[in-house]
Every structure is written in structure tokens, then in C-alpha cells.
Nanobody, 115 residues
């Protein structure tokens, strides 16, 4: 069983930056693919970015060039650096991890982009 705890959300003005963190429990974090999803009100949850155990990154088109995902296996933590934020980035952001056939989710952290 893996527990994921997100932090770093908040209110930011358009064009600003935030860094989300997700701390994972367990000793096998380095073997997991991990990533971030988001869900805006009235919309389905969608992939933002993920990173494999080998460090390969994948991004949704709508965040390419603005967001960067990274992981620190020594800290069991995955990060999402979000730059040039737009109002349409407003959503609850969820940390995700996959170990084998099992998917794990964090509780979510709210990101609001507004002036």
C-alpha cells in the first residue's frame, strides 16, 4: 500500500508560478511510475504529466513548455513545477502512482489562478 500526500497548492496570479510536491510512503517508490492529474469543476480528471521509474517524462499538450515534472527517489517525492500559469489551469491537482497493476491517488491540492 502506498500513501501519497500533496502540498504546494494555493492562489496565484496569472503568469505566476507554483511548485507542487507529493510525498509517498513505502520503500519501493523508485519502481513506480508517478505523475499528476487535475480535475476542474464540471470536467473529467485529465493527465497533466507523468514520469516513469527510468525518468522518462510525458506531458499533456496544454502544459508543454510551462510545467516540469521531476522526482527525487531519495526523498520518495515527485514535484510539479508550474510556470506561466493561466486561469484555465485552475483545478484540483492529484498525485498518482502506479505499482504493477495498482494505481494510487493522493487527496488532491487546489490550485487557483486568478487576479
Amino acid at each position: 500500500q502506498v500513501q501519497l500526500v500533496e502540498s504546494g497548492g494555493g492562489l496565484v496570479q496569472p503568469g505566476g508560478s507554483l511548485r507542487l510536491s507529493c510525498a509517498a510512503s513505502g520503500s519501493t517508490f523508485r519502481r513506480y511510475a508517478v505523475g499528476w492529474y487535475r480535475q476542474a469543476p464540471g470536467k473529467q480528471r485529465e493527465l497533466v504529466a507523468h514520469i516513469t521509474s527510468g525518468g522518462s517524462e510525458n506531458y499533456a499538450d496544454f502544459v508543454k513548455g510551462r510545467f516540469t515534472i521531476s522526482r527525487d527517489n531519495t526523498k520518495n517525492t515527485v514535484y510539479l513545477q508550474m510556470n506561466s500559469l493561466k486561469p484555465e489551469d485552475t483545478a484540483v491537482y492529484y498525485c498518482w502512482a502506479r505499482g504493477g497493476i495498482l494505481n494510487y491517488w493522493g487527496q488532491g491540492t487546489q490550485v487557483t489562478v486568478s487576479s
